[in-house]
Nanobody
Framework: QVQLVESGGGLVQAGGSLRLSCAASGRTYQINNMAWYRQAPGKEREVVASVASDGTTAYADSVKGRCTISRDNAKNTLYLQMNVLRPEDTAVYYC??????????????WGTGTLVTVSS
């Protein structure tokens, strides 16, 4: 089984920056789409940014222009660079990966989350 472990969260003042990392370990699978999701207290989980296997990226309107998603296939790691952070960015951030198990099957893999707290 593959595990996804997030890191890089913490407490930062508004206007500051953080770089989140998601490291994949365990059995090696081909990875298609990867994404960062977040869930704020009392809110539903929402997608923040995604990157497809061909490198195509997409961002939520709320973070567009402030965040950059990237992946390092050699390190099996996903990153999210977050700049000009706002208090409303406070949430638990989750790493997601679609793993190709075979030609006919795949699995959705989630990390356990890393907390980002942005103070005013």
């Amino acid at each position: 089984q593959v595990q996804l472990v997030e890191s890089g969260g913490g407490l930062v003042q508004a206007g500051g920056s953080l770089r989140l990392s998601c490291a994949a370990s365990g059995r090696t699978y081909q990875i298609n789409n990867m994404a960062w999701y977040r869930q704020a207290p009392g809110k539903e989980r929402e997608v923040v940014a995604s990157v497809a296997s061909d490198g195509t990226t997409a961002y939520a309107d709320s973070v567009k222009g402030r965040c950059t998603i990237s992946r390092d296939n050699a390190k099996n790691t996903l990153y999210l660079q977050m700049n000009v952070l706002r208090p409303e960015d406070t949430a638990v951030y989750y790493c997601y990966a679609r793993l190709v198990v075979s030609i006919e099957a795949g699995i959705d893999q989630w990390g356990t989350g890393t907390l980002v707290t942005v103070s005013s």
